[in-house]
C-alpha cells in the first residue's frame, strides 16, 4: 500500500503561481509513476500531468503546458506541481496518484493509489 498526501493549495490572483506537493507512504520502496489529476465544481476528473520513476520522462495536458511543471524528489518520496501563469480555469481539486510500474497512462483507472485532494482557487 501507499499513502499520499498533498498539501500547498491555496488562494492565487490570475496570473500567479503556486506549488502543490504530494507525499509518499507505505511501499515506497517499489518503483512508481507519478501523476497529478484535478476536478473542477460540477466537472469530471481530468488528467494534469505525469512524471515516470527516475523523472527522466514527463507529459502534460494540452491545456496546462507550458505553463505546470512536475517533478519528484524520490529521496524523500515527494512529487510536486509548479503551476506558473494560473488561470481562473485552473480552479479545481487537485489530486496525485500513484501507480506501481514504469508507463506513464493519462487516464484514471490505470492508477493505484490516491490523494485525498487539495483545494487550487485561482481568482480573476
Known amino acids: 500500500q501507499v499513502q499520499l498526501v498533498e498539501s500547498g493549495g491555496g488562494l492565487v490572483q490570475a496570473g500567479g503561481s503556486l506549488s502543490v506537493s504530494c507525499a509518499a507512504s507505505?511501499?515506497?520502496?517499489?518503483?512508481?509513476?507519478m501523476g497529478w489529476f484535478r476536478q473542477a465544481p460540477g466537472k469530471g476528473r481530468e488528467f494534469v500531468a505525469t512524471i515516470n520513476w527516475s523523472g527522466g520522462s514527463t507529459y502534460y495536458a494540452e491545456s496546462v503546458k507550458g505553463r505546470f511543471t512536475i517533478s519528484r524528489d524520490n529521496a524523500k518520496n515527494t512529487v510536486y506541481l509548479q503551476m506558473n501563469s494560473l488561470k481562473p480555469e485552473d480552479t479545481a481539486v487537485y489530486y496525485c496518484?500513484?501507480?506501481?510500474?514504469?508507463?506513464?497512462?493519462?487516464?484514471?483507472?490505470?492508477?493505484?493509489?490516491w490523494g485525498q485532494g487539495t483545494q487550487v482557487t485561482v481568482s480573476s
Open positions: 507505505g511501499r515506497t520502496s517499489s518503483s512508481y509513476a
Open positions: 496518484a500513484a501507480r506501481i510500474g514504469a508507463a506513464l497512462f493519462t487516464t484514471e483507472n490505470k492508477y493505484d493509489y
